[in-house]
């Protein structure tokens, strides 16, 4: 990336060296902006985003959590992304789960990869007290969302805020010891846990890296509990210096790509099947679908003679 000399970072440690070395590298650039209520951008930094990881991260080992299996659910978020990367960079391992999945494959997943506590979205509250009762052995509940304790629930951002020094930036780091427990889709009976080492995704993202041109800017749109996304549309890209925007639900993405400007996303085929079949059914709806053909064609006919006017 021209504007950006100190980027790509490769041959990193672990996860924690990964993102010291951006925290240098992106110097006063955002690596994450995200999409506030008011539907304007808030953009964080490198040093907003170490400096929440290692709070929360202290207040982790300070709820006796040490080499804890600590689970996440819910959309891409700050929150989350802070969760995962907080949990591996000296808490134990990081247990994504599919936000999709019904009440009882969750528990099953919680039970299975026995985890200690379980990091959620506020709006899985109601999952949360369906299935807590058969699951004695998660002894915390954190709302990302929650503004202070209640009931049973801790508080994210309350544990950001009172946490205290517990040893969370000393604590070692084995990159060849299982570091994330990512589950399987189930397609052949229960999800099965599949065991991710920090070498395995740092490895799997500098793959990424001397095979893609990446953009300076993307949207990260797919579920970001799949390794795919995780690796490459989040970890790849912090080592790229691309500033990762948050796309926060798919009901919003045509106004996310218009706020974001991204220049670039990943994206499954039928997603981009989904998109255009839209931007035709808008197009006639608004009787602007012949207008559409014709600058197509003059499109695709200055790319047979070698001019690309698309991105004007």
Same mark, same amino acid.
């Given at each position: 990336?021209?504007?950006y000399?100190?980027y790509?970072?490769?041959?990193?440690?672990n996860?924690r060296?990964?993102?010291?070395?951006?925290k240098?590298?992106y110097g006063?650039? +955002?690596?994450? *902006?995200v999409r506030?209520?008011?539907?304007?951008?808030?953009?964080i930094?490198?040093g907003?985003?170490l =400096?929440?990881?290692?709070?929360?991260?202290?207040?982790l080992?300070?709820l006796?959590?040490a080499?804890?299996?600590i689970?996440?659910i819910g959309p891409t978020?700050?929150e989350?992304?802070l969760?995962?990367?907080a949990v591996?960079?000296?808490?134990?391992v990081?247990?994504?789960?599919?936000k999709?999945l019904?009440?009882?494959?969750?528990?099953n997943?919680?039970? +299975?990869?026995? &985890? *200690?506590?379980?990091?959620?979205s506020?709006?899985?509250?109601d !999952?949360?007290e369906n299935i807590r009762?058969?699951l004695? &052995?998660?002894k915390y509940?954190? @709302?990302m969302r929650a503004e202070?304790n209640g009931?049973?629930?801790?508080s994210f951002?309350g544990l950001i805020?009172?946490?205290? @020094? %517990?040893?969370?930036?000393q604590?070692?780091?084995?990159? $060849?010891?299982? #570091?994330a427990l990512?589950?399987? #889709?189930?397609t052949?009976g229960?999800?099965?846990?599949?065991?991710?080492?920090?070498?395995?995704?740092? =490895? &799997?993202?500098?793959?990424g890296?001397?095979l893609l041109?990446?953009?300076?800017? %993307? /949207?990260s749109v797919?579920?970001v509990?799949?390794?795919?996304? #995780?690796?490459?549309?989040? !970890?790849m /890209?912090?080592?790229?210096g691309t !500033?990762? %925007?948050?796309? @926060?639900?798919? *009901?919003h993405?045509?106004?996310n790509?218009?706020l974001?400007?991204?220049?670039?996303i990943f994206l499954?085929?039928?997603?981009v099947e989904?998109?255009h079949?839209k931007i035709w059914?808008n197009?006639? &709806? $608004?009787?602007?679908?012949?207008a559409l053909?014709?600058l197509v064609?003059? #499109?695709?006919?200055?790319l047979?003679?070698g001019e +690309?006017? *698309?991105g004007?």
């Open positions: 990336m021209e504007n000399p100190n790509p970072l490769r041959n990193e440690k996860m060296t990964m993102l010291a070395a951006a240098k590298a006063a650039r +955002d690596m994450l *902006r506030t209520k008011e539907k304007t951008v808030r953009g930094g490198a907003e985003f =400096s929440d990881m290692d709070a929360l991260g202290n207040a080992l300070g006796g959590l080499d804890a299996h689970a996440v978020s700050y989350w992304l969760t995962y990367y591996q960079c000296g808490v134990g990081i247990v994504p789960i599919d999709e019904p009440d009882g494959e969750i528990a997943i919680l039970a +299975d990869s026995g &985890a *200690r506590a379980l990091v959620f506020g709006e899985y509250a !999952t949360m009762g058969g004695a &052995a998660v509940y954190i @709302d202070k009931g049973n629930t801790l951002r805020r009172e946490a205290k @020094d %517990c040893g969370y930036e604590r070692e780091i084995d990159e $060849n010891a299982m #570091s990512l589950y399987t #889709s189930g052949t229960k999800s099965k846990g599949v065991m991710l080492t920090q070498k395995n995704i740092l =490895s &799997a993202s500098e793959g890296l001397s041109d990446l953009g300076q800017v %993307c /949207m797919l579920p509990h799949h390794s795919f996304e #995780s690796t490459h549309g989040i !970890t /890209m912090i080592q790229n !500033t990762i %925007c948050i796309n @926060d639900s798919l *009901r993405f045509m106004e790509l218009q974001f400007k991204p220049d670039m499954v085929p039928l997603f989904m998109m079949r059914q197009a006639e &709806a $608004n009787g602007q679908a012949e053909r014709a064609e003059k #499109s695709n006919a200055e047979r003679a +690309d006017n *698309r004007r």
